[in-house]
């Protein structure tokens, strides 16, 4: 992953230190987003993962688990990782569980052996920091370990959707201007078929899945439902 992204993290760790939401921005507008908020995120998790006591979940890009410690409640248990060592540290001291373990690795280059582990997997408001080279290599990884079921991905910014965030000249402009000097504002944009594609080639099935009409980011952003053949 990005090391751009890596040290935006670490410092919004160290900025925010009472901040939980604006470590991981979970903001609108600079102010932090209602718990209802995250309620609705941890839903769509369970929901869309059919969690259950028997079911170890992968947590990546887990940032300070403040939505890790949620799943945990329904879940047996939950591997939270993320490269931000900053990050993590708040995690382990804000968001610990009995059924939760965090450590520090960069998704993108996770081993064989903690893919051996979990049978489901999430990445909740992440996917934009990764590459589609990044995304494909997950998918395949999940593939080719018989016990992963699913895997899903929440609020991927929606490519087509672009023009509805930036909604005006000067908000496009800041948008092109970010880009431009290799500092984006949220990351990449993605598109259906785009992740589609990359599933497919893995060898496994992609259901897009809209988000809660109540969710803040509902109006451009996305989740879907990876599974098994």
């Known amino acids: 992953m990005n090391e751009y992204w ?41 929901k869309s993962l ?21 799943v945990a ?3 047996g248990r939950v591997s939270g990782v ?24 960069d998704v993108a280059a996770l081993s064989d052996e903690f893919f051996s582990g979990p049978n489901k997997g999430y990445m909740c408001y992440a996917v934009q920091h990764l590459s589609t080279r990044d995304v494909g290599a997950l998918l395949r990884q ?28 000067e908000k496009m402009a800041f948008y092109r201007k970010k880009e431009a000097l290799g500092e984006p504002h949220l990351g990449k944009w993605w598109g259906h078929s785009e992740l589609a ?6 060898g496994l099935d992609l259901a897009i899945v809209p988000q809660a009409t109540l969710l ?5 952003r996305f989740d879907c439902l990876v599974s098994r053949r």
């Open 6 to 46: 890596k040290e935006h993290f670490n410092a919004n760790a160290l900025k925010f230190p009472d901040s939980p939401l604006k470590q991981v921005e979970a903001t609108v507008y600079g102010k932090e987003v209602d718990k209802s908020q995250l309620d609705l995120i941890v839903d769509a998790v369970s």
């Open 50 to 70: 059919r969690l259950s006591d028997s079911d170890h979940v992968a947590d990546l890009c887990c940032g300070n688990g403040i939505i890790t410690k949620e």
């Open 73 to 75: 409640k329904r879940c």
């Open 82 to 105: 993320d490269f931000s060592e900053n990050l993590i540290h708040n995690a382990q001291a804000m968001h610990a569980a009995e059924n939760v373990h965090y450590s520090v690795s």
């Open 142 to 169: 999940i593939a080719q370990h018989d016990q992963w079921t699913s895997f899903f991905f929440s609020g991927i910014p929606d490519v087509s959707k672009l023009n509805v965030f930036y909604d005006s000249e």
């Open 197 to 202: 594609d990359l599933a497919t080639e893995a």
């Open 216 to 220: 803040f980011t509902s109006h451009y």
